[in-house]
């Protein structure tokens, strides 16, 4: 609860300031000429002179009662008095608009060491200056008209570094988003009011809105590398409408197969090529839904790919298709099979796919390192492989080992007897 | 209700009934009967201060969530608000005032937490509601007692509002709550900190003394000294996994305002003769502080050393059951009965804290074994804690190379491969940021890496994610500024090759060998001072600095009477970090 200091009374009977009221009644024409030649006289400006008159318009504040001047008042009061120790010893240390948002009027943002006279003469005028915001209820077209005081008010924000961060904070939280970018604009912070600007996306729910909004920032200022990233989003987005579109009402045999959990809508690329591959495999580059434009046109990189469309395919369980990503051929003109990610790998997510152990042991093959592919043949038993390991590595005690966990009567079972048969063999141990 | 606050060496009963007190006075300035709205994110801490007891003692008869609409009907006299000052809140408020019956209508009232507003009345005002309002004032709630030796503020956003907003107004909040705190205890002789949001603090808090100078009152104070430290000091402790009992529940379930909900199956009760088939749905909500024997000896062990430390405390409780077979005499029986109450209490509690164990080994520990658990795991169940386990006992291998300085200069294929299998995406981030402090910033080519992963797998919006944590120093380019890290780890001990975790001599088991670094500085500053590593304090980001509130001689008289404490505040601290200092106050 706030009490009145005793400050204050001595504050308005020993000052010509007069109290603030919401009459717009009240002469603001006058003090606002005053404070505007205030400004101008620390300025050096020689084009606003002449415009006062047409170009100052009549707008009111909305948030500031008089509770709030008091405040400020007080403070002006203060710092007047002590000369020489200032109320606020740093800058940061005034309450600052938190925020919860208690709203203080333009001149409590230039205080503190901000306290030079040309301010100290206009500030206090420039709380009486009324400021129309946009009014949510109301509606109103707000600083249109005002374009000067926007002007010469940015120019004082930016030689005044905290009282800019107080500002920044009221119009984010007052929601003035139009304001907020204009005054990035004048500060120069390009960067900054570009990815302003874009976060905005975030709050508009109908796609066909948020792609035209994605257009639309596309000519802003953003650094290099986010301006590949926000134009790659508008384009992502742009043709998961057009292939949501039409696989919403596609009847194609794998629809029924594996109906859609989810629209495609808003998911990242990586989720996109993965629908792509799975719903939409082998189609031609010509289309939108082909991996293989969505590959080209959004640089994913050849381990991307391959591990998306493995997860796809291995998913619908076609092994041919698995196959085939790995293929390439060599310079001779052999087929060879190569992988950017570790085979190992490979094997897992086959694996995890309930791939028959005829295709794993194809893959576990191709594992370079003789410890790792072991190790996963023995993982996921692939006996095969263990066996010819064991007969590579000469190892009989192993062998005689691992036909223990053997069925009696399976082929690998009588594999591993005819192995141990096997007088050529000079086993090791 | 308050015993938990008892248990430290500083009686923080006192904090906690200040509140309650300011509490009561305005419940009983809305006299007759009331209904209080509540906005949701007050609740838990209020939780803490006052129960619905205390309320219904002031004729509090029904609560209610705040939303949108018409309030429910009630038989009351009044309709209590009780909101953070908050524009999108006035609008609710404003809705229900103006749906209220008009043929019975109640008198309404707001208490601002934790201060009014005045863009808030404005909003009101402009919907045409304020001057519905009998009773406006604000609830004062900085500091909030959350156990026998921690305060904390529950400022969820203070770090995003003071590093990437440059909003310090938890700073103010953090001021004025210490300034509550000197006139309850003391004003405390000794201030040190370190940063730049530390040095703000103090600035204010001497301004505030200043400003009260007269009506200062001289309390013996309880405190020696006080610490500030800036979060930005040591971004690195709150980014690794923590691996205390405690930090565990918080890393897996997040405990807030000191409760955790945990998944209900563990947890239902075995009725007689029912199947158990009717399993609850709702999660369990456990409180967790040091009023509860058991927890507050297991809290801040290791976790691997939990599992020993339960068992032994199975066996003392076993054992105690058995004592009824000696109780001969009327006597005996008598003081057994007598005993059954807080025997049954520490077996739930055993029973609780087991349950607790089993899901945490669940995620955490292929070592780690309860045998009766194990028992009962079907085969799935069983490869499927172990896969669980390996991916975290592989996680905790990439941050601990991080910390030890290994290959923070590369691409690491493990968090590539979190990336591939879409990893959640905070987990991602906690790693590469990691990775990024230890090498004060990543290799540009590193980084683009990272980034783009990260943008493909989980959406483009995520340039602002990026762009938010550049900004706060987690995750950015490699500068031409020499990385200091390692000497830093070098000079603190910050990692300690062989830690005991069974028996501890060092704070580094809480990480299993990384000792935080803001605990460090703070048994540096104890013993022997901080002036020994003023090369290191100058390497860590903002200034360091020391001030006296009191005349030298009578800080020196306190300490040979040896009834002082020392009080550490730290922006966005974590129970493992909490756990530390603790340890270090007993040391």
């Known amino acids: 609860v706030s009490r009145a200091k005793p400050e204050d009374d001595e504050y308005w009977n020993s000052s010509k300031f007069k109290a603030f009221t919401f009459d717009d009644d009240d002469d603001e024409f006058s003090r606002l000429k005053e404070s505007k030649r205030a400004v101008n006289s620390i300025l050096v400006d020689d084009d606003d002179d002449e415009e006062e008159e047409d170009g100052v318009e009549r707008v009111s504040w909305s948030g500031e009662p008089v509770g709030s001047i008091s405040w400020s008042v007080k403070e002006t009061a203060s710092s007047i008095r002590s000369g020489s120790e200032q109320s606020f010893p740093k800058i940061d240390t005034t309450p600052s608009l938190s925020k919860q948002g208690s709203g ?4 409590s943002l230039f205080k503190g060491d901000l306290y030079d006279t040309a301010v100290r003469t206009y500030a206090p005028e420039l709380s009486h200056r009324k400021v129309r915001w946009k009014g949510n209820t109301r509606g109103t077209k707000c600083l249109g008209g005002a374009p000067k005081n926007l002007e010469i008010l940015f120019r004082e924000l930016m030689a005044r570094d905290v009282a800019l961060r107080h500002y920044v904070h009221y119009l984010k939280e007052m929601g003035e988003q139009k304001l907020l970018v204009e005054l990035m ?28 909004f994605l257009k639309s920032c596309l000519g802003l200022p953003f650094s290099q590398d986010d301006a590949t990233h926000v134009q790659d989003h508008y384009t992502l987005l742009e043709r998961q409408i057009i292939i949501e579109a039409s696989d919403k009402k596609a009847d194609a045999e794998i629809f029924k197969k594996f109906p859609r959990k989810a629209s495609i809508l808003n998911m990242p690329i990586i989720t996109t090529l993965y629908y792509s591959c799975f719903y939409h495999y082998g189609e031609s580059e010509g289309t939108y839904s082909s991996p293989e434009n969505i590959r080209k046109t959004f640089r994913i990189s050849e ?7 493995l997860g796809a395919r291995a998913k619908l369980k076609s092994w041919f298709d698995v196959d085939s990503l790995f293929n390439t051929k060599n310079w001779l003109g052999y087929t060879k099979k190569r992988s950017p990610i ?28 003789p410890e790792l592919k072991l190790s996963v043949a023995l993982k996921y038993k692939c006996h095969d492989i263990v066996i010819n390991t064991y007969r590579d590595l000469k190892d009989r005690q192993e062998l005689v080992v691992y036909r223990e966990k053997l069925e009696r009567d399976s082929p690998e079972y009588r594999k591993i007897q005819e192995l141990l048969n096997n007088v050529q063999i000079r086993w090791k141990n | 209700m308050a015993s938990h606050l008892f248990c430290g060496r500083v009686n923080l009963n006192i ?28 609740t838990g ?38 909101v953070r000052p908050r524009l999108e809140l006035m609008d609710i408020i404003a809705e229900n005032v103006a749906s209220e019956d008009k043929l019975h209508p109640r008198d309404f009232h707001i208490l601002f937490v934790p201060r009014r507003s005045l863009l808030c009345e404005q909003r009101l005002k402009e919907k045409g509601v304020l001057n519905s309002f009998t009773n406006i004032d604000e609830y004062i709630l900085d500091l909030i007692p959350y156990d026998g030796d921690l305060l904390s503020m529950e400022s969820e956003s203070s770090f995003r509002e003071c590093y990437l907003e440059s909003d310090q107004t938890s700073l103010y909040h953090a001021a004025k709550g210490l300034m509550t705190l000197q006139a309850l205890y ?25 400003e009260f100078a007269g009506s200062h009152t001289q309390i013996l104070p309880v405190f020696d000294t006080l610490l500030l430290l800036d979060r930005n000091v040591d971004l690195l402790t709150p980014l690794a996994t923590q691996l205390t009992y405690e930090g565990l529940i918080d890393e897996i379930f997040s405990i807030t305002n000191g409760y955790v909900k945990l998944p209900p199956e563990k947890f239902a009760q075995k009725k007689q003769g029912e199947g158990g088939k009717d399993l609850p749905t709702e999660p369990k909500k456990l409180q967790l502080n040091s009023a509860e024997e058991l927890y507050a000896e297991i809290r801040d062990k290791n976790f691997n050393a939990v599992g020993a430390a339960l068992s032994k405390k199975a066996k003392v409780i076993s054992a105690a059951f058995e004592e009824r077979h000696n109780a001969k005499t009327v006597g005996e029986i008598k003081q057994f009965v007598s005993q059954l109450p807080h025997m049954q209490a520490a077996r739930s509690s055993l029973a609780n804290h087991t349950s607790i164990a089993e899901l945490i080994k669940d995620i955490t520990s292929k070592s780690f074994l309860f045998i009766s658990s194990l028992i009962f795991l079907s085969q799935t169940a069983l490869l499927s804690c172990v896969s669980a386990s390996e991916d975290f006992f592989d996680s905790l291998t990439v941050e601990q190379e991080f910390m030890t300085g290994v290959d923070t200069d590369k691409v690491s294929t493990y968090i590539e491969d979190c990336v591939a299998q879409k990893d959640p995406l905070i987990k991602i981030l906690r790693l590469v940021c990691m990775q990024s402090v230890c090498n004060n910033g990543l290799k540009q080519k590193v980084l683009d890496f990272y980034k783009r992963e990260i943008l493909q797998t989980y959406g483009y919006k995520h340039i602002l994610t990026l762009k938010n944590l550049e900004k706060v120093g987690l995750l950015k380019p490699q500068s031409t500024m020499r990385n200091n890290y390692p000497t830093i780890r070098k000079t603190l001990k910050l990692w300690m090759e062989d830690t005991n975790e069974q028996n501890p001599n060092d704070i580094s088991y809480v990480y299993s060998g990384y000792a935080p670094l803001s605990v460090r ?16 304090l100058k390497m860590l980001p903002g200034p360091h600095f020391e001030e006296r509130q009191q005349h030298f001689w009578f800080t020196f008289l306190l300490k040979k009477l040896n009834i002082l404490f020392h009080l550490f505040i730290i922006i966005s601290i974590l129970p493992i970090e909490l756990c530390v200092h603790k340890k270090y106050i007993e040391l």
């Open chain 1, 104 to 107: 203080y009027s333009l001149s």
């Open chain 2, 186 to 210: 003391g004003t405390i002789p000794q201030i040190f900190g370190k940063g730049e949001c530390a040095r703000h603090v103090a600035n204010m808090m001497l301004r505030m003394k200043r």
């Open chain 1, 303 to 309: 381990k991307q790919y391959i591990l998306t469309a």
């Open chain 2, 15 to 42: 904090l906690r009934e200040a509140a309650r007190k300011d509490l009561r006075e305005f419940l009983d300035k809305c006299s007759g009967s009331k209904a209080i709205v509540w906005d949701e994110y007050l």
């Open chain 2, 45 to 82: 801490p209020f939780g803490l201060i006052a129960q619905y007891s205390l309320l219904k003692e002031h004729e509090v008869e029904k609560m209610f969530t705040l939303k949108g609409g018409r309030i429910p009907s009630a038989a009351v006299k009044n309709i209590v608000f009780f």
């Open chain 1, 342 to 369: 570790g085979f190992h790998r490979v094997v897992d997510i086959l694996q995890k796919n309930s791939a028959p152990v005829n295709v794993l042991q194809e893959y576990v093959n191709l594992i370079d390192s």
């Open chain 2, 521 to 536: 500085l703070t048994q540096v500053l104890a013993r022997p001072g901080w002036r020994s590593i003023e090369e290191v």
């Open chain 1, 185 to 212: 604009k004048a500060l120069g912070r390009t960067e900054d009011m570009a990815l302003m600007q874009y976060k905005e996306h975030l709050n508009i729910k109908d796609e066909g809105q948020r792609r035209d």
